[in-house]
């Protein structure tokens, strides 16, 4: 099992794959190739489709500042061994290239380089599952906090205390902080949301002019609340994700396969083939609210006045 910090990580958010993961990856390559005269990086699966909406590009840019780097997004490669992979190349005052490595965000801020097992961290404690941990503790006489301490050293108590700081900075600036929603976010609900009106007035045979005319609203009246409900929804779904990804609600890689494994049998197509039509980060992502949401429900209150 690898150290507490790989649980709770500090970095730029709003999410743990597609800024989180680019943060780390951005500084490990800086770090390797620290005089490099420009860089280069290459997004892409999910990084690539949904990077601008995250933030990607922004936590990139502000990571390698004040260096020159150069973002593109690759919306079309397929042979990639991750949905959030994302290629690094350093070059030198003449233009050649210096250093290249490939990363995969994995999720959780966590990333791999590939062809690179020695970046991954070290395994700190000698179990495999909670039944190990449970043993060992009670073979030795002690606590959980005390297990902690033996294998990762006193000094995970100021990393942690560091955490909990900033999480509580995190609520605090959330909280007070206004503005708008990345508009790009509410036109995609947007534009999703009017798709699927227009589809039920077809199985309706109706148009959209006769259905406004039935309901005796204007087209500008109806556009308008539908926009203003695409906004509340992408709200709603962005602090589901966010509850989602503090509570470890996330799907695996590995569940996402099985369900399309699932899927493949009942349609009697081969698994490969169910992937090559499957969006999968939508999948993650549609899991990962319907999770956080029956979380919500199941630890809410309500109070009788």
């Known amino acids: 099992m690898k150290s507490i910090k790989e649980i709770y990580r500090i970095g ?24 490099a005269e ?13 990077g601008k909406g995250h933030g990607t590009d922004r936590v990139l840019r502000e990571t390698f500042a004040p260096r020159a780097l150069d973002i593109k997004l690759d919306l079309t490669a397929t042979d990639i061994p ?88 995190c609520i605090k600036r959330g909280l007070a902080a206004e503005g708008e929603l990345p508009s790009v976010l509410v036109e995609s609900t947007y534009q999703h949301e009017m798709e699927n009106i227009q589809q039920q007035l077809q199985m309706q045979r109706l148009s959209l ?38 509570e470890g609600l996330v799907p695996t890689d590995e569940e996402i396969t099985k369900n399309l494994q699932e899927r493949a049998d009942r349609t009697k197509k081969t698994l490969e083939e169910v992937k090559a039509n499957a969006n999968i980060p939508a999948m993650q992502r549609s899991e990962a609210i319907r999770r956080a949401a029956d979380w919500v429900i199941e630890h809410s209150t309500i109070e009788e006045k």
């Not at 743990?16 to 780390?24: D, I, N, R, V, Y």
């Not at 210096?98 to 999720?107: E, H, M, P, Q, T």
């Not at 020695?118 to 909670?130: G, I, K, L, S």
């Open 12 to 35: 730029r958010g709003p999410s743990s794959s597609h800024t989180m993961g680019p943060e780390a990856a951005a500084k490990m390559f800086i770090g390797e190739f620290p005089s």
């Open 209 to 246: 002019d006769r259905y406004l005319s039935q309901i005796h609203q204007t087209r500008e009246n109806f556009t308008a609340n539908v926009h203003a409900a695409a906004e509340k929804n992408t709200r709603a779904r962005m602090a589901l994700l966010q509850v989602a990804q503090n």
């Open 38 to 50: 420009r860089y280069e990086a290459v997004l892409y699966g999910s990084l690539a489709k949904t």
């Open 82 to 169: 991750h949905p959030n992979t994302l290629d690094f190349t350093a070059f030198d005052k003449n233009g050649n290239v210096i250093g290249k490595r490939r990363v995969l965000s994995v999720g959780g801020g966590a990333i791999e380089v590939e062809g690179h097992k020695d970046a991954e961290p070290p395994e700190v404690y000698p179990f495999e599952n909670f039944a190990q941990i449970k043993e060992y503790c009670k073979k030795e006489s002690i606590r959980i906090p005390d297990l902690v301490e033996r294998f990762e050293g006193v000094e995970i108590w100021q990393y942690l205390d560091r955490v909990w700081e900033v999480m509580n900075s």
